[in-house]
């Protein structure tokens, strides 16, 4: 049907799908604007205004109506745990975005008494006891009046995790438990565990001991996976790297996204990393994949990136900003041998490094590889996190061919960062600048689902911003990026990690037709709204998978969330909460409002006699003379 003066084109050209009446951001300097795009089998076929977009609009096109709103290439998380995320997304309680502890308390009391025997209660990452209005963790005692019989798991960034009396019950915890080995398991004068399990430094205790909680069976993770899937594209994501991580085997966990991508199924698309789960195994483990295949495999839903984040166990530094850096061991030879093997094999990688210390060691193995020839080769490699690398190291990478992968992790743990290392140390952390000027290659990211958030709008406004969700601005002026080249790292740097930044990224013909259009215009908010925004139309490869508002109903309805107690089911994802404009700053701004119209009637009802001037506009009535 026409729509707004758009007529039925010829057959054989029509598109699919045209968005019209958009504010379009190409994000391609030779044409950065336009008004509406055409998809036709997945691509973009016409980028411009509706003048270049009649003669492709055929009788069968869709044509959607984007009501003005801004329009941006689909986002890429560069760094996301999302094959992770998906197996367990309905069985976690998200305090993603909750504003007070009060309200995180709450849902825990209702979920818990919705889960059944047998069950637990989780919270697993996403947030942090900064953004709480109370400004602190739930306490061991509210936890067990929440939940007096219901395991509870509260897992605090990678830092520590609070378990009730029930979960101490449910994984076995005793006075006679030992401590593991880079943990600690907090006792009472009376040597028993209180609950309190700290990551001293390393998080192995944490996972571990989520790890005894009950896993779904194969179609409950294919429909958690669909579902988280289906909220990433809520937040306008239309593409992942996925990182793999511990607890994270391949083949069998990949089992899930493999089979959703056989079916035509996947709301994302994704680019997988292989990481070798056993320590001493690693070599055996990544001989067995170089072998069998290579980077690149797949399609363009599911592909195979590399190998990382942890190439040898011992190689990997931790993430936690409460515990001093850690002091790693000799690792270079197990670890050479490793890059080597890839590099032969024309394997790229990514690897976990948070300090500098770690990423000097690196740098040095690979420079040792390099008087060889195998760096640079050709092959995509890079550091991940690298919150205190050095100006000299980024040097030292970009002479290597490398590049970096950055995430706002400081949104979520600027507080212990700056407690341990100082203001001047988190404004460089990381120095994203720095890396810009260099020419590296950068790319943005979240680290979920474990500790940040998923909600990539978060990341996005810390790179604008530097504030963490404490509100502290952390990140110094010149290390902060303008919404464009934030933008950026969001789309054409995650295109560029995984080689698709030709047909990833932009709005340009013949590019994948990955949109999003938003709620909000990311360009022209306030500063404070952009971790508010979502996406109301999302469309990945012309497909649209999400719909929201104006646009309710357009994507597929997903399956009923099972079982029927998630809390996903009854809380959803990341909860969303009022923009600052629309809150408190609107507020005042319809006070004034109010006062100027009622200056304007007094002045009317004063010209008119109705009311004596120094009054303030009181009314003529004898009923109050």
């Known amino acids: 049907m026409p729509v707004a003066g758009i007529r039925p084109g010829t057959p054989d050209q029509s598109a699919d799908l045209v968005i019209r009446n958009a504010k379009v951001y190409t994000n391609d300097p030779r044409r950065p604007r336009a008004t509406a795009l055409a998809i036709r089998d997945g691509l973009i076929s016409a980028v411009g205004d509706d003048a270049d977009i009649v003669p492709v609009v055929g009788p069968a096109t869709r044509v959607v109506d984007a009501l003005g709103r801004r329009a941006v290439p689909g986002l890429n998380d560069a760094h996301l745990h999302v094959i992770r995320g998906g197996l367990n997304y309905v069985l976690e ?88 080995v880079g943990g600690q398991i907090v006792r009472g004068h009376d040597g028993e565990p209180t609950g309190l399990l700290i990551a001293a430094p390393g998080a192995l205790l944490l996972y571990s001991t989520l790890a005894k909680a009950p896993t779904l069976d194969e179609a409950d993770r294919t429909g958690s996976t669909r579902h988280f899937l289906r909220e990433l594209n809520r937040f306008g994501l239309t593409s992942a790297i996925d990182a793999a991580g511990g607890f994270q085997s391949f083949p069998e966990n990949y089992g899930t996204v493999m089979d959703l991508a056989r079916r035509g199924e996947l709301t994302l698309r994704i680019a997988y990393h292989l990481f070798p789960q056993t320590a001493g195994q690693e070599l055996d483990d990544l001989n067995r994949w170089v072998t069998t295949v290579r980077p690149g495999d797949g399609d363009a839903w599911l592909r195979l990136n590399g190998a990382g984040e942890n190439l040898t166990w011992a190689a990997a530094d931790f993430e936690n900003f409460t515990e001093p850096r850690p002091h790693l061991g000799a690792y270079e030879s197990e670890f050479e041998k490793a890059v080597r093997l890839l590099m032969e094999h024309g394997w790229g990688f990514r690897l976990h490094a948070s300090y500098d210390e770690t990423i000097r060691r690196d740098l040095a193995v690979f420079e040792k590889l390099a008087a060889e020839g195998l760096f640079p080769h050709g092959n995509r490699w890079l550091f991940d996190h690298a919150e205190t690398v050095s100006p000299d190291s980024l040097d030292r990478i970009a002479a290597l061919g490398g590049a970096v992968s950055v995430q706002n992790r400081l949104s979520f743990q600027g507080e212990a960062f700056v407690a341990r290392y100082g203001a001047p140390a988190a ?51 010149h290390n902060r990026l303008s919404r464009a080249e934030a933008l950026e790292l969001y789309t054409l740097g995650g295109a560029r990690l995984t080689g698709e930044e030709e047909v990833k990224g932009r709005l340009t013909v013949g590019s994948y037709a990955d949109v999003a259009v938003l709620g909000a215009d990311y360009f022209t908010v306030p500063e404070a709204d952009i971790p508010h925004i979502e996406s109301v139309l999302t469309v990945v490869g012309g497909r649209i998978v999400h719909g929201a508002q104006e646009h309710q109903g357009l994507a597929p309805e997903l399956p009923a969330v099972t ?58 009535d004898p009923c109050f003379s």
């Open 427 to 477: 404004a460089e952390a990381p120095p994203v600048r720095a890396m810009l000027n260099r020419g590296l290659t950068v790319a943005g990211g979240t680290d979920a689902t474990r500790v940040s958030s998923y909600n990539p709008w978060v990341a996005l406004h810390w790179l604008v911003s530097g504030r963490a969700v404490s509100g502290r601005r952390l990140a110094a002026e």
């Open 563 to 620: 079982p029927s107690w998630s809390p996903v089911s009854r809380f959803g994802g990341y909860q969303a909460t009022s923009a600052p404009s629309l809150t408190g700053v609107h507020q005042a701004e319809r006070v004034a409002e109010a006062v100027a119209a009622s200056d304007e009637q007094r002045a009317w009802r004063q010209a008119r006699g109705l009311a004596l001037p120094g009054q303030g506009g009181a009314p003529l």
């Open 93 to 180: 309680l998200r305090w993603d975005g909750v504003p007070t502890l009060r309200q995180a308390l709450a849902m825990l009391r209702v979920q818990a008494e919705a889960t059944p025997p047998g069950q637990w209660v989780r919270v697993v990452g996403g947030w942090s006891a900064d953004q709480f209005a109370e400004r602190r963790l739930p306490t061991l005692d509210e936890l067990d009046a929440a939940a007096p019989d219901t395991p509870v798991f509260v897992l605090h960034l990678y830092q520590s995790a609070l378990l009730n009396r029930a979960a101490l019950r449910a994984a076995g915890f005793t006075r006679d438990t030992p401590d593991p």
